[in-house]
């Protein structure tokens, strides 16, 4: 395996075998080889069950690489074999180098143990001696921040403090491999932002990272790559922001096109030419392309406020199920559909379509995102935990989401949906239907994506004591 591979996996598969009965597995123990000893042919007592089948991909040294899909898709699988807990029925997996894991909410901890007990244990069974958990025990009892809990027994805390000590322990010893899986989802908003900055550190020092999540901001902000897995199989191993978008497709989709969407994605990842959209899909880019193009026609802006090349390349467009959005378009108070826009100023992104079926209760949505696909904000109305009543077929709806557009310098992209109170939830939703920039401001002073820039910035110099002797070298 090359130097510069972490994570090779070839074929990888694990299949269990299912048995309706406890004693169909003494049957199974006894009778085929019984059966076996008198010529006849063995007979089966159990189904099988892929939890994974065929599964290849690479890891590079310092790569982040998600792992996505629904639940019961192989995730777990995949990551406890990787991590040496689980073997595999077939196919070959090599890793390089020491491998932290962060599985399950507790794992290889003992609850009747304190805290700094666990530390210890745990470091051990990762390969360090004692002497090298002493010289990084303060750095990992800060980070925990458990307090005095860290003398008390395991048993006695909560899912938070759980977690705090456990990625401690499994970060801060510098792994070559850290796996995460969705642990992370019980800390508090504070210790999420502190693990990943130590995410941030650990890849720059060219630590590989396995994460699993199902927050796809998180993914898209951190992971270079994705895995999709679908069933037990991978259905696409692209750029985070495409896997993404494909796995939510497939998330919204009604069942009956489940098994389209999976044969479009997987040619799509076969493809290497493949970048049209979430894996390729190109049929969904061109029809939300048509309804920004009608936009355009309909508009006939000056070339100061609309540039027609600004037609983004990841829309997609999820299925219609009881509603049809029709046309989503940036317009300028005058009312001009708009797409090069000026920091600071009001636009509307207004969205129009039809409901196709009787609704109890839908809301709308919008969403921007930066170019790397995590969403810098979105409105919904009305607001959270109420809905619009009644919506009835044939219906004709329109509406408006005002933005003071305090977004710094650069190229965003817009979409929207229609949700509802029941199923299917998703009525209709077009990811990335506008693409749109935001035009320079004469003396730039904010960095980042929005500028939140109240007033001048001001200097007070008089309580400083300035050295002006030129500095020594």
């Known amino acids: 395996m090359s130097s510069e591979i972490a994570i090779k996996v070839e074929n990888l598969s694990k299949r269990y075998q299912i048995y309706d009965q406890p004693r169909d597995r003494l049957k199974q123990f006894v009778l085929p080889r019984v059966r076996r000893m008198i010529g006849a042919a063995p007979a089966q007592y159990f189904h099988e069950f892929w939890a994974l089948r065929d599964v290849s991909f690479e890891v590079r040294r310092g790569e982040t690489v998600g ?3 629904r639940n019961g898709s192989g995730k777990s699988t995949l990551l406890q074999m990787i991590c040496g807990t689980l073997n595999p029925t077939h196919g070959t997996l090599e890793t390089k180098g020491r ?8 794992s290889g901890f003992n609850p009747d143990f304190t805290g700094r007990e666990n530390v210890f244990l745990n470091a051990a069974v990762l390969g360090l001696s004692h002497q090298e958990v002493e010289a990084r025990f303060d750095d990992i009892v800060a980070f925990a921040d458990i307090g005095h809990f860290l003398d008390q027994p395991v048993k006695t805390y909560s899912s938070g403090m759980v977690v705090r000590l456990a990625f401690a322990v499994q970060a801060m010893i510098d792994p070559d491999i850290f796996v995460v899986d969705e642990a992370l989802a019980v800390g508090d908003e504070k210790f999420q932002r502190k693990c990943f900055a130590r995410l941030e550190e650990l890849k720059s020092r060219g630590t590989s990272i396995l994460f699993v999540s199902h927050s796809a901001a998180s993914v898209i902000e951190l992971c270079e790559r ?9 259905i696409m ?3 985070a922001a495409q896997a993404v978008r494909a796995y939510q497709k497939l998330l919204y989709a009604p069942k009956a096109d489940h098994e389209s969407l999976v044969r479009e994605f997987r040619a799509a990842d076969s493809s290497a030419g493949a970048v049209n959209g979430a894996g390729g899909t190109a049929g969904a880019a061109g029809a939300a392309a048509d309804i920004v193009l009608a936009a355009q026609g309909a508009a006939k802006n000056a070339e100061s406020t609309f540039d027609p090349g600004l037609v983004p390349e990841t829309t997609t467009v999820y299925p219609a199920q009881g509603a049809e959005i029709q046309s989503i378009a ?3 108070e005058d009312g001009r559909v708009v797409n090069v826009l000026q920091s600071g100023e009001t636009y509307y992104l207004e969205m129009q379509g039809v409901f196709t079926r009787d609704f109890a209760g839908v809301f709308f949505g919008s969403h921007i995102r930066n170019i790397q696909g995590a969403e810098i904000t979105g409105q919904r109305y009305p607001e959270e935990g109420s809905y619009v009543p009644d919506a009835r077929a044939g219906t004709q709806f329109k509406v408006r989401f005002a933005f003071n557009m305090n977004l710094i310098q650069g190229a965003y992209f817009a979409g929207g949906g229609v949700w509802s109170a029941e199923e299917p939830a998703c009525a209709h939703r077009i990811v990335d239907a506008v693409m749109f920039r935001i035009t320079p401001t004469e003396r730039k002073k904010s960095f980042g994506y929005v500028d939140l820039a109240a007033s001048e910035p001001t200097l007070d110099l008089s309580g400083c004591a300035i050295n002006a002797a030129t500095p020594t070298m």
């Open 99 to 106: 491998i932290a894991a962060l599985l399950e909410l507790g």
């Open 237 to 239: 191993y692209a750029p």
């Open 226 to 234: 994705s895995l999709l897995l679908d069933s037990g199989s991978r």
């Open 330 to 332: 940036f317009r300028s």
């Open 67 to 69: 792992i996505i899909g």
